[in-house]
Nanobody, 115 residues
Framework: VHLVESGGGLVQPGGSLRLYCAAS????????MRWYRQAPGKEREFVAF????????NYADSVKGRFTISRDNAKNTVYLQMNTLKPEDTAVYYC?????????WGQGTQVTVSS
């Protein structure tokens, strides 16, 4: 199992970023995918999930209405569109999947929201 995040960077408050997670080594279309984030000095927290077929999505209250999770099963990729970014969104963002009760994580991508 291999998860590779990309798309992070420095953005001003109110700006947008689109994160990507390229997956390999498993049957991507069969699994729920999640995004988490970890800010400096804080625990890793849930951001969003999307079901295997993309029909069911859920978000943390802190990002609801601003972030959108989506997936392309033909490309084995899950996305996180982040709009109206705030300084408190600054964190390392991780892609996650659970397969047979084992958790897999990517290396993360840094998102910094600052003027």
């Amino acid at each position: 199992v291999h998860l590779v995040e990309s798309g992070g960077g420095l953005v001003q408050p109110g700006g947008s970023l689109r994160l990507y997670c390229a997956a390999s080594g498993f049957t991507f279309s069969s699994y729920t995918m999640r995004w988490y984030r970890q800010a400096p000095g804080k625990e890793r927290e849930f951001v969003a999930f999307i079901s295997s077929c993309g029909v069911t999505r859920n978000y943390a209250d802190s990002v609801k209405g601003r972030f959108t999770i989506s997936r392309d099963n033909a490309k084995n990729t899950v996305y996180l569109q982040m709009n109206t970014l705030k300084p408190e969104d600054t964190a390392v963002y991780y892609c996650h999947v659970t397969i047979i009760m084992r958790d897999y994580w990517g290396q993360g991508t840094q998102v910094t929201v600052s003027s």
